[in-house]
């Protein structure tokens, strides 16, 4: 993109005349904003405040330790960066590779390694090597490397004490990773998803980050994290693909980078047709986006493996000096995918995947003006995506606590308690029929209750 961001919009488009000419930001996981305000600003927008800016034409949200403000919510918007949990698709685990399976089979087999819900193991043989995922794990926390099923066993145990709720998947683990100056990696790349007047499209960005192990690799020692795991604080520095595959020690580093360019195209176009079917925003916002993040790890031959697909993308740095030059080509991709065309009607680029928009979700009414802030409108989030339980309390004239919303201490447990089952009780098969495992466990207490009253299964 050019220098100079396109000609601000003297006015708002028609389908958003009925918002304020301004922007609000919330939280930081990372990137700079100051491109984001500049670009906002040349479009013709002025940055407003929470609480003072009622129908801002854009929101754009950032988590905070993997969790969002509750001002994130409740506000109607033009656009916000958030999409609603038809998201869940590619997002679980469990989800993405069962559906990637189920409707490319072909794809599936060449770029994810397979895998299997924690179930039976009877055919696992000494010589197996899996990697252990809790299906709603984050960050790294329950995964675990093992070999043989007794290992297999013990870490569905350790990932079940951590995300006691959680279902756990095994994918086998790539035991001939590319290596870049001796170290394993892998590659965080971008896929953003718009839903705009319509449409809803996907586009790649081609630039990325690279995450090394803390030593050099060997195909054993699964246990030794500084050898296996990958992340930002292993890696010496910042690392940035494509051009930094070549600094290494890759042999045909320029045609390995293009070979890996074309098959992350490939496969994303597989997850686009997963998702997009399924993408809308909530129901406060009239347009919506996200960007999520996409690991990928390569193999000796060059053929590259998606592990998962991450919303609530960090964009952490180890150089404080490389977060403005990425956040300015970063925001710039949005402008020319988002903002441009959401303000100006520029054509935006050439997308990954474009399709029909789903239906839109329900209209709510605007959230009124009020002292306190009022109960989100939006389709319930997860407990972990809210702050402590504190946050926004008011006290009303009696002096008895309140929440937002008016909700009284005992009701906004039980939310939060009902929040944070809904997260985790879908379960997936293997032929990837979901199951409601808060409903098959309401069931079996019944047929428990039912058996006892009528003298059955006593102690």
């Known amino acids: 993109m050019a220098e100079s961001p396109t000609t601000p919009a003297k006015k708002l488009p028609k ?93 599936t087999a060449k770029f994810m390694a397979e895998t299997f819900v924690c179930e039976k193991y009877d055919w696992i043989t000494p010589e197996d090597v899996f990697i252990i995922k809790p299906v709603s794990g984050y960050g790294g926390k329950g995964i675990t ?82 050898i296996h795991d990958t992340h930002a604080k292993s890696t010496d520095g910042d690392l940035f693909f494509p051009e930094d595959m070549g600094t290494g020690d890759i042999p045909d580093s320029e045609q390995v980078r293009e070979r890996v360019w074309e098959q992350m195209q490939e496969v994303m176009k597989c997850v686009s047709q997963i998702l997009l079917p399924h993408a809308r925003g909530y129901a406060e916002s009239r347009h919506a986006c996200e ?41 710039h991709w949005i402008h020319d995918t988002v903002f441009a065309p959401l303000l100006t009607g520029a054509a935006p680029p050439a997308p990954l995947f474009s399709c029909p928009a789903a239906a839109p979700a329900p209209a709510h009414e605007s959230t009124p003006a009020a002292p306190a802030p009022s109960r989100p409108q939006h389709r319930r989030q997860p407990s972990h995506a809210v702050p402590h339980r504190d946050s926004h309390r008011h006290e009303d004239e009696s002096g008895a606590r309140r929440y937002p919303g008016g909700r009284t201490e005992g009701e906004r447990r039980r939310e939060d308690d009902r929040d944070g089952r809904d997260a985790k009780r879908t379960r997936v098969d293997e032929d990837g029929h979901r199951h409601d495992e808060s409903r098959e466990r309401e069931k079996q207490g019944e047929r428990d209750r039912h058996s006892y009253s009528s003298g059955g299964g006593g102690g």
């Not at 053929?303 to 000096?321: C, H, Q, R, S, T």
Request: charged share 25%.
């Open 15 to 107: 389908d958003l005349e009925d918002f304020e000419p301004s922007f609000l930001l919330s939280g930081n996981s990372g990137l700079s904003h100051e491109p984001l305000v500049a670009i906002l600003t040349d479009l013709g927008l002025e940055q407003g405040r929470f609480g003072v800016a009622r129908k801002p034409a854009v929101m754009w949200v950032e988590p905070v330790n993997e969790r969002y403000a509750r001002e994130c919510f409740g506000v109607d918007c033009g656009m916000k960066n958030m999409l609603d949990e038809g998201k869940n698709v590619i997002r679980f685990k469990n989800e993405l590779f069962f559906n990637m399976k189920k409707m490319f089979p072909e794809e």
């Open 145 to 226: 490397v093992v070999r043989g099923a007794g290992d297999v066993l013990a870490a569905r145990e350790s990932a079940l004490a951590q995300f006691r709720k959680s279902q756990v998947i095994m994918s086998r683990y790539v035991t001939d990773p590319l290596l870049w100056r001796g170290r394993k990696f892998h590659i965080r790349m971008y896929l953003l998803a718009v839903v705009l007047r319509g449409e809803a499209r996907t586009h790649l960005w081609s630039r990325g980050k690279m995450f090394t192990g803390g030593k050099p690799y060997v195909n054993d020692h699964f246990a030794d994290a500084d």
């Open 291 to 331: 960007v999520f993040g996409l690991d990928f790890l390569v193999r000796s031959n060059g053929n590259i493996v998606l592990m998962e697909v991450n919303d609530k993308v960090g964009y952490a740095f180890n150089n404080p000096a490389s977060a403005v030059p990425f956040s300015t080509a970063f925001f």
